[in-house]
């Protein structure tokens, strides 16, 4: 499974990248207005960290516009994904995008149909919301696992990017069903690898070897 930070903040993206754990970057225009920085410099200040895919959202809500916005934030760098959202103007500016060549994220994606919908017209990644849906009372995983089993059936190349993750329970839940990506905000992110045991029992460790006077 892949590990996308969910940010525009270029000092977590730095952080996880020097991890080795940073497969790419997810923005959304929330994300983004919270840096307070020029968006199309943002973009590219992230993309000279990762070589991944980062995905940058269009504002716009009518068609023509999204494709214009595509274009234009797909010039910024190679790796640049287009995040577009899942309505008809979003599905119908996929088609002319992806018949361009440019690599797009269907985003806002919370029921299977819309998954298939975006896979048939040509998504290079489909962002389902897990969080979200489980705010409102619904089984966000279940998503996944509606989404991974349509895309198995008929062997879509769009990759599930399994997104709104929350907490490290989701990251296990989505990779144990086969997600292919999981985006997380930087704060689930530091949780990966920690545990109370691993402490406890590295600092009994320490505690041990001082007593036997050696040095490190
Ligand atoms: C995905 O690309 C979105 O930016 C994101 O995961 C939304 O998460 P949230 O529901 O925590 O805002």
Aim: charged share 25%; glycine share 6%.
């Amino acid at each position: 499974m892949k590990f996308f930070l969910d940010t525009a903040n270029l000092d977590q993206i730095k952080a996880a990248h020097d991890m080795g754990l940073l497969d790419g970057v997810t923005t959304n225009p929330s994300l983004v207005a919270k840096e307070g920085k020029d968006f199309k410099t943002l973009v590219n200040e992230i993309c000279k960290i990762t070589a991944g895919p980062v995905s940058a959202e269009v504002v716009s809500t009518e068609c023509e516009a999204m494709v214009r916005e595509a274009r234009d934030l797909r010039k910024i760098a190679s790796n640049v994904v287009v995040k577009l959202p899942t309505t008809a103007e979003g599905i119908k500016a996929l088609k002319i995008c992806s018949t361009e060549g440019i690599s797009i994220n269907m985003t806002l994606v919370f029921q299977p149909i819309q998954a298939l919908i975006v896979a048939k017209v040509g998504a290079a990644f489909c962002s389902p919301f897990i969080g979200r849906l489980d705010d409102v009372g619904e089984d966000g995983m279940q998503l996944i696992r509606d989404i991974r089993l349509i895309y198995d059936n008929y062997g879509f190349p769009t990759q599930l990017l399994a997104a709104s993750l929350r907490h490290p329970m989701h990251v296990v839940e989505a990779a144990k069903i086969g997600a292919d990506i999981g985006t997380m905000p930087y704060d689930v992110f530091q949780k990966l690898w920690k545990h109370p045991l691993t402490d406890i029992g590295l600092e009994r460790f320490l505690s041990d070897w001082k007593k036997t006077g050696a040095k490190p």
